[in-house]
């Protein structure tokens, strides 16, 4: 079987929905689209962030992908997400910029800091308990997604889309409350 056969099972095989064969494909890209981002933005954290972003869409994208030169597919998703990358960065250093030319309000305090905590516990508790502790792992423990991965026996987009997914739901509640 040459690469071009097997590329072509793994990716049927993802279609499918086989966790295993999203593995194999992450496997096979990860260090070029990491080496790509990596070369884009020259930060080993900001290149991290969006691999995983890359392979959370695919996962959800999968599905779209007709055939064709599957590097070029992928690299289009993996070009506009660093696209989407670079609006963001921009609208931060706007509202950077604007905050600036504001007049500083004093810092928060200890008191606020215990409230801040508290609220994103109570945050925490309203999400499903298995991905509010992929999100603390994440981010308090600082583990990394193949960490992660490993430490849960789940794939890599498993996690991947998890904590995406999990992200998302946080964000969103946290709008309600400030509604």
């Known amino acids: 079987m040459d690469d071009s056969d097997t590329l072509n099972r793994i990716i049927a095989d993802c279609k499918l929905g086989s966790n295993h064969a999203f593995s194999e494909l992450v496997d096979l890209y990860a260090d070029k689209c990491y080496g790509y981002f990596y070369r884009l933005s020259g930060n080993a954290e900001v290149s991290n962030d969006l691999l995983s972003t890359l392979f959370v869409k695919l996962v ?87 960490e992660l991965s490993k430490l849960r026996a789940e794939p890599i987009g498993t996690t991947l889309a998890k904590v995406h997914r999990g992200l998302k739901k946080l964000r969103t509640l946290m709008e309600k409350e400030h509604d």
């Open 60 to 146: 959800e994208k999968i599905g779209s992908y007709r055939g064709g030169s599957f590097d070029g597919w992928i690299f289009t998703i993996a070009s506009n997400i660093f696209r989407d990358h670079l609006r963001s960065v921009y609208h931060r250093k706007k509202l950077r910029d604007a905050k600036a030319d504001q007049p500083r309000i004093d810092t928060i305090t200890p008191q606020q800091q215990i409230d801040l905590a508290d609220q994103l516990q109570n945050l925490l508790e309203k999400l499903d308990p298995d991905v509010a502790e992929l999100l603390v792992m994440r981010f308090y423990g600082q583990l990394s997604f193949k």
